[in-house]
């Protein structure tokens, strides 16, 4: 349902100038309080820091759908741990350990709608992989100051929901 409404929200005239919203905070929980039975099944839990009350320039409905696909992403394809949350001001993360290297991929679908989504407002999302999988997403001209993600690391401000 939410990547539908969100092509369907792509493909019309809305003014990606929408104001900013406060609520980046409520919307992240709510989804960790969805996606915890099915993280908790795949034995994954959230370990999640959100940084004051972000608030990103587009519509809730964008947020939200961002992050349910990331989130969703990281449970279906990645391995069992700590699925790390980060959320500040202007950029957020999910680093989650990989999958076992037969997983399958899936389509990628779920990543185009994130990246075009995001790209409507001038954002961008980056993929690094390593010892663990990293999506970062962020405002175009940001590049420069990912080293305030580093301080996120070290926060102990966040919402914490465990595997069950």
Request: hydrophobic content about 45%; overall charge negative; proline content about 6%.
């Amino acid at each position: 349902m939410r990547a539908s409404l969100s092509v369907l929200w792509l493909g019309s005239a809305t003014d990606a100038g929408a104001p900013p919203v406060s609520a980046v905070r409520a919307l992240l929980k709510a989804l960790l309080d969805e996606f915890a039975p099915l993280a908790a099944r795949r034995q994954q839990s959230f370990d999640c820091v959100v940084e004051g009350e972000p608030q990103w320039p587009m519509p809730g409905e964008v947020i939200e759908t961002v992050f349910a696909n990331l989130l969703l992403n990281a449970i279906q394809h990645g391995g069992p741990g700590v699925i790390r949350i980060e959320v500040e001001a202007r950029a957020g993360s999910i680093v989650n350990p990989p999958g076992s290297a037969g997983a399958d991929g899936g389509f990628g679908l779920g990543l185009q709608l994130v990246e075009c989504l995001l790209q409507r407002f001038a954002w961008q999302m980056l993929r690094q992989e390593g010892e663990s999988i990293e999506v970062r997403v962020q405002p175009l001209d940001a590049s420069r100051s990912n080293a305030r993600a580093a301080h996120l690391a070290t926060s102990t401000r966040g919402i914490r929901v465990a595997a069950q």
